[in-house]
């Protein structure tokens, strides 16, 4: 059984425009103590539907207006708000894009990651605060008895944001939601925030999710993908089966704009043409098709579903020519 499953998840925006359909029937599982990632262009849905497992989605304007979020057996989306505040932190913890629009500037990082023990584990205020210096040495930041007094701004942006993983791993959820954490730190820092959550995940026994639009992350530590567009995941599978044997245009796109250390220096990246739609008015048919250079007439009348290729068993695909995309769709070697 799954540690999480979402089914059919619809998140709608209703907007004096219209309805801004972000996530619009979004399904995928994860297991106990693997890293599953949701990958995609900016907009696409990957936050927000993070934002919906948590029940975090500002309303209004925004509405879970169907599907179900199946944790431990648990629809989140039936639970009441204080139902759903006993789940967030304690079982299920989420670290932010950006830490320093996510940490009190004006309360000590003392004070900020005691929080959740004391709510969630009923620890003393001495027991919370050793927990805390405990939490700092964990995630390496060094003399945590005297940082733990300090406040955000006195943090790097590396530090913030291992600050912010601490404060995710305080009561041991479950489950860590990571969207985009490393997104404004350079890629020595990236690498090491990834590794230790990495060994985090491992030594703790937590799932993990990973929001990001960079494949390298992908492909190092994640083990099953999903790709989103326009609120809906197009393709999925294992890491091994996604990246050897692609089957949406899409996705080979992304692919094909990630530099590449075994290609000529002067190999031009190549961009994927045109924007992504305007979800108040998506197209007929594949939401893809306008930008894809594989489209047939059907793309643009028919919205393909997700369906098995002849890849690995779960390895699914939604797109009309999976199949038929030759030799000229495969990934350069």
Same mark, same amino acid.
């Given at each position: 059984?799954p540690l999480?499953? @979402?089914?059919?998840?619809?998140?709608?925006?209703?907007?004096?425009?219209? @309805?801004v359909?972000a996530v619009?029937?979004?399904?995928y599982?994860?297991n106990e103590?693997?890293?599953?990632?949701?990958?995609?262009?900016?907009?696409?849905?990957k936050?927000?539907s993070a934002?919906?497992?948590?029940g975090?989605? %500002?309303?209004? %304007?925004?509405k879970?207006?169907?599907?179900?979020?199946?944790?431990n057996d648990?629809?989140?989306l039936?639970?009441s708000?204080?139902?759903?505040?006993a789940?967030? =932190?304690?079982?299920?913890?989420m670290i932010?894009?950006?830490?320093?629009?996510s940490?009190?500037?004006?309360?000590?990082?003392?004070r900020?990651?005691t929080?959740?023990?004391?709510?969630h584990?009923?620890?003393?205020k001495?027991?919370a605060?050793?927990?805390a210096?405990e939490?700092?040495?964990?995630?390496?930041?060094?003399? +945590?008895?005297?940082?733990?007094?300090?406040? %955000?701004?006195?943090?790097? =942006?590396?530090?913030?944001?291992?600050?912010?993983? $601490?404060m995710?791993i305080?009561? /041991?959820?479950k489950?860590i939601?990571a969207d985009?954490?490393?997104t404004?730190?350079?890629?020595?820092?990236q690498?090491?925030?990834?590794d230790?959550?990495e060994?985090?995940?491992t030594?703790?026994g937590?799932?993990?999710? @990973?929001?990001?639009?960079?494949?390298g992350?992908?492909?190092?530590?994640?083990?099953?993908?999903?790709?989103?567009?326009a609120?809906?995941?197009i393709?999925?599978?294992t890491?091994?089966e996604?990246?050897?044997?692609?089957?949406?245009?899409?996705t080979?796109?992304?692919?094909?704009?990630?530099p590449?250390?075994d290609?000529p220096s002067?190999a031009?990246?190549?961009?994927i043409?045109? /924007?992504?739609?305007?979800?108040?008015?998506?197209?007929g048919g594949?939401?893809f098709?306008?930008?894809c250079?594989?489209?047939?007439?059907?793309?643009?009348?028919?919205i +393909?579903?997700? $369906?098995l290729?002849n =890849?690995s068993e779960g390895?699914v695909?939604a797109?009309?020519v999976?199949?038929?995309?030759?030799?000229?769709? /495969?990934?350069?070697?």
């Amino acid at each position: 059984m799954p540690l999480l499953q @979402v089914n059919d998840l619809k998140t709608h925006f209703f907007t004096e425009e219209g @309805v801004v359909k972000a996530v619009n029937g979004v399904s995928y599982e994860v297991n106990e103590g693997e890293t599953v990632a949701l990958v995609g262009e900016s907009g696409c849905g990957k936050s927000v539907s993070a934002l919906s497992v948590l029940g975090l989605v %500002p309303s209004p %304007p925004g509405k879970v207006v169907d599907g179900s979020v199946m944790f431990n057996d648990v629809d989140l989306l039936q639970l009441s708000s204080k139902e759903m505040r006993a789940v967030r =932190g304690k079982d299920i913890a989420m670290i932010f894009q950006e830490p320093m629009s996510s940490l009190n500037p004006v309360l000590s990082i003392e004070r900020q990651l005691t929080e959740a023990v004391t709510l969630h584990l009923g620890y003393t205020k001495n027991k919370a605060q050793r927990h805390a210096i405990e939490l700092l040495e964990k995630v390496g930041i060094s003399d +945590p008895e005297r940082r733990v007094k300090q406040y %955000p701004h006195e943090f790097s =942006g590396g530090m913030r944001q291992r600050v912010m993983i $601490a404060m995710a791993i305080s009561c /041991e959820p479950k489950l860590i939601i990571a969207d985009e954490p490393t997104t404004a730190l350079d890629v020595t820092t990236q690498a090491q925030i990834f590794d230790l959550l990495e060994d985090l995940a491992t030594d703790l026994g937590m799932a993990l999710i @990973v929001i990001t639009h960079n494949l390298g992350i992908v492909a190092r530590y994640c083990t099953r993908v999903n790709l989103m567009y326009a609120g809906k995941i197009i393709e999925q599978g294992t890491r091994d089966e996604i990246f050897s044997n692609p089957r949406h245009p899409y996705t080979l796109g992304l692919m094909r704009s990630v530099p590449r250390l075994d290609r000529p220096s002067e190999a031009k990246l190549e961009a994927i043409n045109g /924007e992504p739609p305007y979800l108040i008015d998506l197209p007929g048919g594949c939401s893809f098709a306008p930008r894809c250079r594989y489209a047939i007439e059907r793309c643009t009348q028919d919205i +393909p579903p997700l $369906a098995l290729t002849n =890849g690995s068993e779960g390895h699914v695909s939604a797109c009309w020519v999976a199949e038929s995309l030759g030799k000229e769709a /495969e990934v350069r070697n």
